[in-house]
């Protein structure tokens, strides 16, 4: 096999897929308003009728998994807030589940099927922000980019193979393998390239979304910052290089943080930046499932990451018990002993919003202990028993407290 001809099958990949509409240069003002809605979409031919069965056998499964995270109203609530963000007409058909994962991640399948996951409610703090996500999640849909990937994965399969089998025909051995291992990396690097564009379109289409509904899009863009000053603090923390959110990696799926946050403030209408961004209700909606997103979050194990995303919660959205509580742990938990001051202040604030949170009664008692202040450790836990008899480590505590630690 010639060169040449790897060169030409190279470049025979950069065609791959079909052709859409690339997203404007930032230099292009705000995006444009979302297209008349044309109609419920139907699968066409065999790729894209594969793809829904697929989708279809996939819902199901995740339907009866035991890591759905199977509460309706809160399903109900973000179906609300993506019906007001991409227009009722399109919202019609889309079905949403909630997967319990701590992680930050949504997607949407070509048969309407959106997977939000449970650590996505951590790193966003108003409806105006999830709909920014939840609209990025539809622009995926709307433009098939589920099918339009497919495609060109196939077709850079189908690409390799035939260049394996050409490849193989070469008298040449050495010159034959590092002809083919470049032409992997190109076929590699391209269909990279290519979910990146699609990224960037999904951006712009979500953005066009919120400029159009009743939301404030200047929002989208904190997303983007959030998830960046949580990266940052967990890199500072383990002691590792401040990452780099302007670079782009060869083999990266997406683009940068700081572009993407760039980008969408620009795109986003002037107008609205007097909108509401729903933040109240937002708070309202999740908090009776905070607690658990926030225990999720506590076990990853990722301190200054967690340490960064309470905080930025707690001051963008109001500090709450069960955000005092939760940070109380972290610093329990974390297990250095200039850790227990911090973990006893946040217990105790939490214990002055909420005097009948037994579980802050208990991380006092023990963070009390730890730090040799046994009296006051021995009151808390015996509160902890008294506001939780029942609860499944009273009989641990009662060993304790009978120790005399």
């Known amino acids: 096999m010639t060169k040449a001809r790897l060169l030409v099958f190279a470049s025979v990949l950069a065609a791959v897929g079909p052709a859409y509409a690339a997203s404007p240069p930032k230099s292009a003002g705000q995006a444009s308003l979302p297209p008349p809605y044309s109609g419920a979409y139907q699968p066409i031919g065999k790729d894209e009728i594969g793809l829904w069965q697929r989708d279809d056998e996939d819902e199901r499964i995740l339907a009866a998994s035991p890591e759905r995270f199977d509460v309706p109203p809160l399903a109900a609530y973000l179906t609300d807030v993506l019906c007001r963000t991409v227009g009722t007409d399109r919202c019609k058909g889309v079905r949403v589940y909630i997967v319990r994962s701590p992680f930050f991640n949504a997607s949407m399948t070509p048969n309407g099927t959106i997977r939000v996951y449970s650590g996505l409610f951590l790193r966003v ?6 709909g920014a996500i939840l609209g990025h999640e539809f622009g995926h849909f709307e433009k098939r980019h589920t099918l339009n990937a497919f495609k060109a994965e196939r077709s850079g399969r189908n690409l390799l193979a035939w260049a394996a089998v050409l490849s193989a025909t070469a008298s040449n051995f050495g010159y034959r393998t ?19 564009d699609q990224e960037r379109e999904a951006d712009y289409m979500g953005i066009g979304f919120l400029n159009a509904s009743n939301l404030r899009p200047q929002s989208a863009a904190q997303v983007w910052h959030t998830v960046m000053g949580e990266q940052e603090h967990s890199a500072a923390v383990r002691g590792l ?6 670079g782009v990696a060869f083999f990266a799926d997406h683009p940068p ?14 107008e609205g930046a007097t909108r509401s961004d729903g933040a109240a209700d937002y708070v309202r909606a999740i908090a009776p499932y905070l607690p658990a997103f926030l225990n999720d979050q506590i076990k990853l194990n990722d301190f200054g990451g967690s340490d960064y995303l309470i905080q930025a919660m707690g001051d ?12 109380g742990e972290l610093y329990r938990l974390h297990g250095n002993p200039r850790d227990m001051p911090n973990a006893i202040g946040f217990y105790e604030r939490a214990i002055g919003a909420d005097s009948t949170m037994a579980g802050a009664y208990r991380g006092l008692g023990l963070a009390q202990l730890r730090s040799g202040l046994i009296e006051p450790g021995r009151a808390s836990l015996k509160t902890y028993l008294q506001l939780d008899p029942g609860a499944k480590d009273a009989a641990m505590i009662s060993t304790l407290l009978e120790s005399g630690h």
């Open 316 to 327: 963008t959205c109001g500090w709450t018990a069960p955000l005092y509580f939760a940070r």
């Open 257 to 270: 943080e700081a572009e993407r946050a760039e980008s969408l403030e620009l795109l986003a209408a002037p």
């Open 125 to 130: 703090h108003n409806e105006a922000e999830l």
């Open 178 to 196: 590092n002809s083919f291992d470049s032409l992997q990396i190109s076929v590699h690097g391209n269909l990279r390239h290519f979910s990146r």
């Open 241 to 246: 290089k401040r990452p780099d959110f302007k």
